[in-house]
RNA sequence: GGGCGAUUAGCUCAGUUGGUAGAGCAGCGCAUUUACACUGCGAAGGUCGGGGGUUCAAAUCCCUCAUCGCCCACCA
C-alpha cells in the first residue's frame, strides 16, 4: 500500500533530485510516517530530551471530551499548543505538553441518554450500576478514537503521561480537596435552592443554564386588597406572603406581618403582610407575593424574614397535593391555563396582558425552563477562594494575554456566588460523603468509615450524588503531575501556558485557578491564553442543526494537516472569533506546494555541496557578508519575537510571506544567473534550513519531511533541532 | 439594567508603542518545455461605520452617535 519509493533512505541525494520531489507533495502519506517517526523518537517525552533542553515549560491539554468526534475548536487548540510546545522544544526549553480526556460528567450523560433515546430507552429506568458501566465503555471507546484524532492533527505531547478524568489517582486527589474543603470550613451542605432541569433529573450551577428572553401572559389578580401580577399563575397555590416596599405610601397603613383573611385559589386563606426593600415600587402595583420555593429572589425574601417554604412542584414538573385535589398530579404547563379560568370566575382575575417580556432561565442542554427547587446540596463557599484567585491576577502570577479577559475574569470573581458541586447524575466520581436520614447532616467519609450521625447520633446513607466535572477538572493542572510528592509535580507545577476557548473561562479557569492556588499555595498556570469560537465562512455559529459543521480531519485529510494548522493561525487573533473557510485552507495547501517545489529547487541546484556541516565556517561569514542572510536574521527574531507574546496570526504571516515573496518570488530568482557560485548554493541552502526550521512549529510534517533530504552532517530530527536566533 | 467586542477592498479577516493601508478568496489581464498548472507574474480595487476633538501627522488616542454580536444581572 505504501510506496516505498517515498519511504526511505532517500537522503543521500548525490544523482540528482530525491526523487520524492519529483511527485507533488503527498501530505497524507508523510503525517502519518512522520507522526510515527515523532513518537518513536521518544522526543515528546520530556525525560527524553537530550542535555541542553533543561528549564521546563509546560502546558497542560484542556482534556477533549470522550463522548465524540473532535471539532473545529479542538483543531484550532491543538494547532496553538503544539505551535508553542514546538517552538519551546525548539529552543531548548525541556517541554512537557500533557494530554488528557474528559469524561466529561453532565455532557457525557446528556449524549448517552440521547443514544439511549433513540433507542428507546430511558436511564431511569436502569440500573444505576448498569448504566454506569454502559457509559464507561462508550467513553473508553471514544476516548482511543479521540486519542488518534489528536496525533493526527500533529500533537507532539507526551503520552506516556497520558490521564483520564476517572484515573484512581485523580479521584484520589479530588477527594482529598472535598476533605479539606470540609475541614477548613469551606464546604457545607445546604437546604438551598438550586436550578433544577426537570427533563435530566439534576440541579445545574448558575453557568450551565442560560438566560432568554421570552413573551409570556401578564396576569394581574386580586389578593384580598391588593393587586399582584405574575406571570407564574401555576406556582401561587402556596403563596400566603404579600410584600411591598417599606417606603410605599399606597401600603402605609398595612404593617409588617399584618394578618389579613382573603379569598384565594382554594378558598380562603391567612396572609401575612411583609415590607421588604427587594420589592420595586415602580413595578405593576408595587404589591407582590411570593414563592419562596420556586424562585431565587423570593427565597432570598424569604430567609431574611425567617418565613415558611413550601413545595408546590415536584422534580418532575406536576403539581403537588398542596395544589388541591383539582390540580394535584398535573403538569405545571397545562395546569397554568385551568387556574386562571378558576380565579376568573370567582372574580380574582384582574387583568391579562399579553406579549410580557422577561428573562427565564432554561437548561443549557435542553433549553426546557430550569425550576427552581429547594435540594440538600453540597455547596463551597467561594469568596474566599475568590479572593486568593484576585490577588494572584493582580500580582501578575497569572496573566491574560487579552486584557479585556482579564476584566471580565475579575468582575466574576468579585461577583461569584457559592457553587454547588452536587449533581444527580450517575456518571462521575461519587460524593464520597454520608447523609443522616434523621437530621439530614452531610458528614465527608473518604474511606466508608463512618456509620452513625456525628450530629443525632442517626443512621446514615451513603450520597448518591456526584461532583459536578468541573470540581474534579479544576484541579487538573496539579492532579495530573501527581500532586502532591510526584516528581512532575515537583518539575512543572505551576505550568507555564494554559491555553483554552474563552466560553469556558469562569466554568474551567477561574476554577482552577482558585482551587490551584487553594491545594497548592500557587497558581496552576503563569499565562493565559484564550482563543474564540471557529466559526463558519460566513461567521454563522457552527451547529448540527444548520449542517455547517466542518470536521477537522476531513479537511486535513484533504488539504494536508499543515494547510489547516496555518488556516487556523493566520489573521486569528487572540480571544477573538475566526472565521474557517475551505478557500483559506486551500490557499495554504498552495503554500505548501510552493514551499515543496523551492526546496526542489534549492536541493537540486546544491548538490555540489555535498553534505555540509551546520556550523561550518563558510555559512558563519556568508551571514556576515550577505544582504539576504541579514534580512534572514531580521525576519527570524522578528517572528521570535512575536511568538514569545503571543501573536501568532503575525508570525505565521511574516514566514509565509518571506518563504514566498521574498525567497522564491526575489531570492531564488535573482540566484539563477549565478547558480555556478558556491556562495549562492551556500546561501540559498542557508536560507531553506533556517525557513524549515522557523517554520517547523506552524506546519510541522512538510517542513519535517523536506528537513530528511537535507544535505546537513549529523542531522537530528528537525522536531528537536536548535531554533534560528 | 450593567460590561465588553466588532464596524477596514465584492466576500472573510489582519494591521502591538500614531508616521504615505495588508492577506486569502472571488474578479480582471498576461504567461504554457518549467523549481512550481495543486502554477507564475501583473494590474485593479478602500474618503479604514457617521460626526467631533488632540497632534506636524489618526484605521490607530479621546468624546459622541449608529448598527451588529457576546457576556453578566434574583425585578414579580
Same mark, same amino acid.
Given at each position: 500500500m505504501l510506496n516505498t519509493d517515498n519511504n526511505l533512505n532517500l537522503n543521500q541525494n548525490s544523482n540528482g533530485v530525491n526523487e520524492k520531489f519529483l511527485n507533488p507533495y503527498n501530505p497524507q502519506e508523510t503525517e502519518k510516517k512522520q507522526y510515527q517517526l515523532w513518537e518513536e523518537s521518544g522526543f515528546f517525552n520530556p525525560d527524553n530530551l537530550p542535555e541542553r533542553h533543561k528549564k521546563p515549560f509546560t502546558i497542560i491539554m484542556p482534556p477533549p471530551n470522550a463522548n465524540g468526534s473532535l471539532h473545529a475548536g479542538h483543531a484550532l487548540f491543538v494547532t496553538l499548543e503544539d505551535l508553542m510546545i514546538r517552538y519551546k522544544r525548539m529552543q531548548g526549553f525541556k517541554t512537557l505538553w500533557l494530554p488528557g480526556a474528559d469524561h466529561a460528567g453532565f455532557e457525557t450523560q446528556v449524549v448517552y441518554e440521547k443514544k439511549l433515546e433513540k433507542e428507546g430507552k430511558s436511564r431511569f429506568k436502569m440500573d444505576p450500576k448498569e448504566l454506569y458501566d454502559e457509559i464507561m465503555q462508550f467513553t473508553l471507546h471514544n476516548k482511543s478514537f479521540m486519542e488518534n484524532q489528536v496525533r493526527s492533527l500533529g500533537a507532539s505531547c507526551d503520552w506516556s503521561r497520558e490521564k483520564f478524568t476517572l484515573e484512581p489517582e485523580i479521584v484520589r486527589t479530588v477527594n482529598e480537596t472535598f476533605k479539606k474543603l470540609s475541614a477548613d470550613g469551606l464546604l457545607y451542605r445546604g437546604k438551598r435552592l438550586v436550578n433544577w432541569c426537570s427533563k435530566h433529573q439534576t440541579s445545574l450551577s448558575e453557568l450551565e443554564t442560560e438566560g432568554v428572553e421570552k413573551e409570556d401572559k401578564f396576569y394581574t389578580f386580586q389578593y384580598g386588597p391588593f393587586q399582584i401580577g405574575t406571570t407564574r399563575p401555576e406556582t401561587k397555590f402556596g403563596d400566603k406572603y404579600v410584600v411591598m416596599h417599606p417606603d410605599d405610601e399606597r401600603y402605609k397603613e398595612y404593617e409588617h406581618k399584618q394578618k389579613i383573611d382573603l379569598e384565594w385559589i382554594n378558598g380562603p386563606i391567612t396572609a401575612t403582610i411583609i415590607k421588604d /426593600?427587594?420589592?420595586?415600587? /415602580?413595578? &405593576?402595583? &408595587?404589591a407582590m407575593t411570593i414563592t419562596p420555593w420556586h424562585d431565587t429572589a423570593d427565597f432570598e425574601i424569604a430567609q431574611r424574614h425567617n418565613l415558611e417554604y413550601e413545595q408546590i412542584i415536584d422534580f418532575y414538573g406536576k403539581l403537588l397535593p398542596i395544589a388541591g385535589p383539582e390540580f394535584e398530579g398535573k403538569n405545571i404547563t397545562v395546569a397554568r391555563e385551568e387556574i386562571v379560568k378558576k380565579l376568573d370566575k370567582k372574580g380574582l382575575l384582574v387583568k391579562v396582558e399579553e406579549n410580557f417580556n422577561h428573562n427565564v432561565k432554561i437548561c443549557y442542554k435542553c433549553n426546557r425552563p430550569i425550576e427552581p427547587q429547594i435540594k440538600a446540596q453540597w455547596f463551597i463557599k467561594t469568596e474566599s477562594l475568590a479572593q486568593k484567585a484576585l490577588e494572584a491576577v493582580e500580582k501578575g502570577e497569572v496573566k491574560f494575554i487579552t486584557k479585556r479577559h482579564k476584566k471580565i475574569f475579575k468582575h466574576w470573581l468579585e461577583n461569584i456566588h457559592d457553587w454547588n458541586i452536587s449533581r444527580q447524575i450517575i456518571w462521575g466520581i461519587p460524593i464520597p460523603a454520608k447523609i443522616c436520614t434523621k437530621c439530614g447532616e452531610g458528614m465527608v467519609d473518604l474511606d466508608n468509615s463512618i456509620s452513625k450521625c456525628s450530629k443525632c447520633g442517626g443512621e446514615v446513607k451513603e450520597d448518591i450524588d456526584t461532583f459536578d466535572t468541573w470540581f474534579s477538572s479544576g484541579q487538573w493542572p496539579f492532579a495530573t503531575l501527581d500532586f502532591p510528592e510526584g516528581e512532575d509535580f515537583k518539575n512543572f507545577y505551576p505550568t507555564d501556558v494554559m491555553e483554552t476557548g474563552h466560553d469556558i473561562l469562569f466554568f474551567w479557569v477561574a476554577r482552577m485557578v482558585m482551587l490551584g492556588i487553594y491545594r497548592t499555595g500557587k497558581s496552576p498556570f503563569k499565562d493565559i491564553y484564550l482563543h474564540g469560537l471557529v466559526r463558519d465562512a460566513h461567521g454563522k455559529k457552527m451547529s448540527k442543526s444548520k449542517g455547517n459543521v466542518v470536521n477537522p480531519l476531513e479537511l486535513s485529510e484533504k488539504y494536508g494537516t499543515d494547510a489547516l494548522r496555518m488556516s487556523l493561525l493566520v489573521g486569528n487573533t487572540p480571544g477573538n472569533d475566526m472565521n474557517l473557510s475551505e478557500d483559506k485552507i486551500r490557499a495554504y495547501k498552495k503554500f505548501a506546494n510552493k514551499l515543496w517545489n523551492v526546496s526542489r529547487f534549492v536541493l537540486d541546484n546544491t548538490k555540489d555541496l555535498g553534505e555540509i556541516d551546520l556550523n561550518d565556517e563558510r555559512l558563519k561569514s556568508l551571514s556576515r557578508s550577505k544582504i539576504e542572510l541579514q534580512n534572514l536574521q531580521k525576519i527570524t527574531s522578528d517572528i521570535t519575537k512575536d511568538l514569545d507574546n503571543f501573536q501568532f496570526h503575525i508570525a505565521s504571516e511574516k514566514i509565509y510571506h518571506y518563504i514566498w515573496h521574498e525567497f522564491a518570488d526575489k531570492i531564488i530568482e535573482e540566484a539563477k544567473d549565478k547558480l555556478d557560485e558556491i556562495e549562492t548554493q551556500l546561501m540559498l541552502l542557508e536560507i531553506l534550513q533556517t525557513c524549515l526550521k522557523t517554520l517547523h512549529p506552524f506546519m510541522p510534517f512538510i517542513t519535517e519531511e523536506i528537513w530528511e533530504s537535507m544535505p546537513i552532517k549529523n542531522k537530528k530530527l528537525l522536531l528537536i533541532e536548535e531554533w534560528s536566533k
Open positions: /426593600e427587594a420589592v420595586d415600587m /415602580e413595578f &405593576g402595583t &408595587g
